[in-house]
C-alpha cells in the first residue's frame, strides 16, 4: 500500500481543511485508516481512525466534535475534515493503514504503512 497525503496549508484560526490521503493497492478497502499529526519538536500523535468499511471512528479528545474523518473506497481515498483550527493544530500531518485491525485504533505500532506528510499551519 502506498499513501499520499494532500490538501495542507496555512489557514486563520476558526478556518476549515479537509485533508486527502490517497492509496494504492488492492487491500485498501480492507484496511483501517488512521490520521497522525507531529508538531515541530513533539511527538507524533494520534489523531483518527476509521475502519475498513466507515462505519466505525475514532478521535483523539483534542480533536472530537471539530474533525471527521470518512472514507470512499470506490475512490482509494480517506479525508479529515478539520474544522474550528486552532494553532495548536500546526503539524505534520501523515495518513497511515492498519492492515489487520477490527476497529479503529490510536496505537501506532498497528500501523504498517504510512504516508509522506503535510504541512498545516494554523495562524492566530
Known amino acids: 500500500v502506498q499513501l499520499q497525503a494532500s490538501g495542507g496549508g496555512l489557514v486563520q484560526a476558526g478556518g476549515s481543511l479537509r485533508l486527502s490521503c490517497a492509496a494504492s493497492?488492492?487491500?485498501?478497502?480492507?484496511?483501517?485508516m488512521g490520521w497522525f499529526r507531529q508538531a515541530p519538536g513533539k511527538e507524533r500523535e494520534f489523531v483518527g481512525a476509521?475502519?475498513?468499511?466507515?462505519?466505525?471512528?475514532y478521535y483523539a479528545d483534542s480533536v472530537k466534535g471539530r474533525f471527521t474523518i470518512s472514507r470512499d473506497n470506490a475512490k482509494n481515498t480517506v479525508y479529515l475534515q478539520m474544522n474550528s483550527l486552532k494553532p495548536d493544530d500546526t503539524a505534520v500531518y501523515y495518513c497511515?493503514?492498519?492492515?489487520?485491525?477490527?476497529?479503529?485504533?490510536?496505537?501506532?505500532?498497528?500501523?504498517?504503512?504510512w504516508g509522506l506528510g503535510t504541512l498545516v499551519t494554523v495562524s492566530s
Open positions: 493497492g488492492r487491500t485498501f478497502s480492507s484496511a483501517a
Open positions: 476509521i475502519n475498513w468499511s466507515g462505519g466505525s471512528t
Open positions: 497511515a493503514a492498519d492492515l489487520y485491525s477490527e476497529y479503529p485504533t490510536g496505537l501506532i505500532n498497528e500501523y504498517d504503512y
